[in-house]
């Protein structure tokens, strides 16, 4: 691995690292039993802060395309992930989410050109393996309504990802741009969703405007701007690779700031994973598109990485 993709890969490795993070902030900064108020507020304002920021609105075709992406890799992922996490037993929707990897490589053959090999095949099973060791406490009752919701999210985050690489971005449009459209389209999609099930917002504090702040700067604005920026200079299937590392920085985080024990079946599982992350950026078939800087694109997870950390997230707040 050049010096090149070594940066490019590090530095989007820490958007899944970030999003690990949403499981301490979550359940100690911010109310409890809104997550999807909680996802708007994720998306919402940092979508319009980017906006601002950027000062650039999608034009012709480009209206219709952030939406779908927006409601692709934000809109319809949030409250799927939610009602998976809340609906199935310990970390069920964290390992059912974790074949993030595979529906990317059918989807990225299909669409994208991206032959999958049997060493790709292999180090997605071994990369869910891992994150169910990880995650995976007791079994519970099958709830089908869970399980149809968590492959789902994970399928829409996986289509995000290959829409937006297919899509590329327009012409003079940076990965800033792009991430404040899809982050407003999504978080307005979210939005009458949240006020339906929920209701009025709640009253905040502090310590909850705190925990917001951080969300939507850093583990979104941030974090899904690295991601994007990534997914423009590696391949569909190379990135969502990284997915694994969300929730593995949760583990981690849990342990060194709650004193939640690692048991050995656990430190094998994130072996396994963090091998399988590795074994995912070997070697990577380059780009098509990446010779022409005009034409690259990139895509979103939070992808499959956020729905993973996020499934850890709602599984620690039930206990």
């Given amino acids: 691995m050049n010096q090149n993709r070594l940066v490019t890969v590090g530095l989007t490795a820490l958007a899944p690292v970030s999003w690990g993070s949403t499981y301490f902030v979550t359940t100690q900064f911010l109310p409890a039993d809104r997550p999807l108020f909680t ?9 319009l802060a980017l906006i601002a920021l950027t000062r650039r609105l999608p034009r012709s075709d480009w209206w219709w395309k ?5 409601a692709l890799n934000i809109g319809a992922f949030f409250p799927l992930l939610f009602l998976s996490a809340y609906r199935l037993p310990g ?3 964290a390992v059912i989410g974790s074949v993030g990897p595979l529906w990317v490589a059918g989807l990225a053959a299909l669409f994208l050109g991206e032959k999958p090999t049997l060493r790709s095949l292999l180090t997605g099973i071994a990369a869910a ?7 995976l406490k007791a079994a519970g009752a099958f709830d089908a309504i869970g399980v149809i919701a968590a492959l789902g999210s994970s399928a829409s985050m996986s289509a995000g990802t290959v829409f937006t690489k297919r899509w590329g971005r327009p012409e003079g449009v940076g990965p800033l741009v792009l991430t404040g459209w899809q982050l407003a389209a999504g978080g307005l999609l979210i939005a009458p969703v949240a006020f339906f099930v929920e209701g009025a917002p709640p009253a905040l504090d502090g310590r909850n405007l705190a925990g917001y702040v951080y969300l939507a700067l850093v583990n979104t604005a941030v974090a899904y701007w690295l991601w994007f920026r990534g997914i423009g200079r590696m391949t569909a ?14 583990a981690v985080i849990g342990w060194a700031a709650l004193g939640q024990a690692l048991a050995p079946v656990q430190l094998l599982g994130m072996a396994i994973a963090f091998g399988a992350t590795l074994a995912g950026q070997a070697a990577p078939k380059k780009p098509a ?28 707040v039930r206990r």
């Fill in 129 to 135: 393996l891992g994150v169910s060791l990880v995650v």
């Fill in 237 to 250: 299937t190379s990135v969502t690779f990284l997915g694994p590392l969300s929730p593995l920085t949760a």
């Fill in 289 to 316: 598109e990446a010779a022409d800087p005009s034409a690259q694109s990139f895509s979103s997870t939070e992808g499959n990485s956020l729905k993973l950390s996020m499934d850890v997230t709602s599984r620690s």
């Fill in 91 to 93: 970390g069920m929707a």
């Fill in 39 to 47: 996802g708007m507020m994720r998306a919402l304002p940092a979508g």
């Fill in 66 to 70: 952030a939406v779908v992406l927006g």
